[in-house]
């Protein structure tokens, strides 16, 4: 006599839930973010503080992506176990609850991150609801993701009056950009049916495979005026050619008839990016070798 499944724990549903695997694409750069602007002196209660708010920032934003597309997730073959993972009202009470944490955090850091703390909200959330009415959903789900080494660098300086920051803020934006649209040619035929916008659905995989690498040139550029303004050592120089072949590889990888290869792309490829950038800042500030 069978028995049924023992159910998955629920840290585990949960985790799956708000893909909290892909925390690996925004927290690093915080980290960086955080490290160039302390010089690699920063203090543990600030390095505390920013790891809390990324991590309720990205549970509250991915809640609340999924709470919303509920409906429109049940009916993509991709993405239709996701209502069965946690319930509905416990993802609006981790919402608020993540919410109010974040709040709290950045009153915790300093003023400037609490007076800016609505607008990161608006940012962050808005992403979700911009695939019913623009093709460039992925641009904002790029400057969702910009925000976490804003928030870093002003946790730690208390400003944001500096060019340094942006640099990398932009150059995280169009990395995100790019590979989102990788990504999205998954969904094309869905989004098509469903009268759901993305950069795909209206222009075409060819064109989106094309705007992806202009978009991770600028990104890689940006990149290396990001380590010349933070005047960054050879183990950042190292890191940032690993990116270069990183990103080509990953365009060489994405085959939109290989859903296998896309994904391969989208989280092993950039997992490396992210890293490797990060150890490069890292290794910059404590292995003792830096120039300048």
Known sequence: ???????????LRFGEFIRFSHTIFALPFALVAMLVAGQGHVPWRIFGWILVCMITARTAA????????????????????????????????????????????TWKLNPLCFYLSPVMLVIIHFYSLT???????????????????????A????TLLTFTPYV????????????DLIYATLDVDF??????????ARYGVAASLRTAKILHIVAALA???????????????????IVLIALVWEHRLA??????????????????????????????????????
């Not at 695939?131 to 660098?153: C, I, N």
């Not at 990398?168 to 590979?179: I, N, P, S, Y």
């Not at 290396?224 to 120089?237: E, R, S």
Request: proline share 5%.
């Open 131 to 153: 695939k019913r009415f623009s093709a460039y959903s992925h641009f904002f789900l790029g400057l969702a993701l910009s925000v976490a080494p804003m928030g870093a660098w």
């Open 191 to 200: 989004d098509r049916r469903k009268g759901l916008f993305s950069f795909p």
């Open 1 to 11: 006599m069978s028995q049924s499944a023992t159910p998955r724990p629920f840290l």
């Open 255 to 292: 085959n939109p008839d290989n859903p296998a290869s896309i994904n391969a792309a989208f989280f092993n490829v950039n997992a490396v990016v992210s890293m490797c950038l990060l150890a490069g800042v890292l290794l910059n500030y404590y292995a003792g070798v830096r120039l300048g």
């Open 223 to 241: 990149f290396f005026v990001f380590g010349w303004l933070g005047n960054l050592g050879p183990f950042y120089w190292a890191a940032w050619a």
């Open 155 to 158: 946790a730690v300086q208390g």
């Open 62 to 105: 991915m809640c609340f992506n999924r709470l919303v597309d509920w409906e429109i997730d049940k009916e993509n073959p991709r993405t239709k176990a996701r209502h069965t993972l946690i319930g509905k009202s416990t993802g609006w009470l981790i919402f608020g609850l993540s919410v109010a944490v974040l709040l709290f955090a």
């Open 168 to 179: 990398l803020a932009a150059a995280v934006l169009c990395w995100v950009f790019g590979f």
